[in-house]
Nanobody, 129 residues
């Protein structure tokens, strides 16, 4: 029921910033958990940040991006964002938006690629030194 389209990637220098967008469409978007993953050449797809509406909202970040990246959602625009500041060459990857149905009332965070079943097409982020 939900479709995801990423945008906002590009080529930047170390220390620069980018904001990725994930436009969502379809039904029941408020009952989904969402996340940003990234995949560098020759590596597995790995979690970057996750978002879940629970008691005001839950966000989670992998250690390497904590204090640099911010995940947020604009409900009026049905868009998930990833604000990336102080980018590093090791941030170079294809970034994917992901979603999963989420009807749980308990606290939880979803950080595994196999916990999501709806994916966008990806957007390339390249950071030069």
């Amino acid at each position: 029921q939900v479709q995801l389209v990423e945008s906002g990637g590009g080529l930047v220098q170390a220390g620069d910033s980018l904001r990725l967008s994930c436009a969502t469409s379809g039904r029941s978007s408020s009952n989904y958990a969402m996340a940003w993953f990234r995949q560098a050449p020759g590596q597995d797809r790995r979690i970057v940040a996750s978002w879940r509406r629970w008691s005001g909202g839950i966000t989670w970040y992998t250690d390497s991006v904590k204090d640099r990246f911010t995940i947020s959602r604009d409900n009026a625009k049905n868009t998930l964002y990833l604000q990336m500041n102080n980018l590093r060459p090791e941030d170079t990857a294809i970034y994917y938006c992901a979603a999963r149905a989420d009807y749980s009332a308990r606290y939880a965070v979803y950080t595994d690629v196999h916990q999501y079943d709806i994916w966008g097409q990806g957007t390339q982020v390249t950071v030069s030194s």
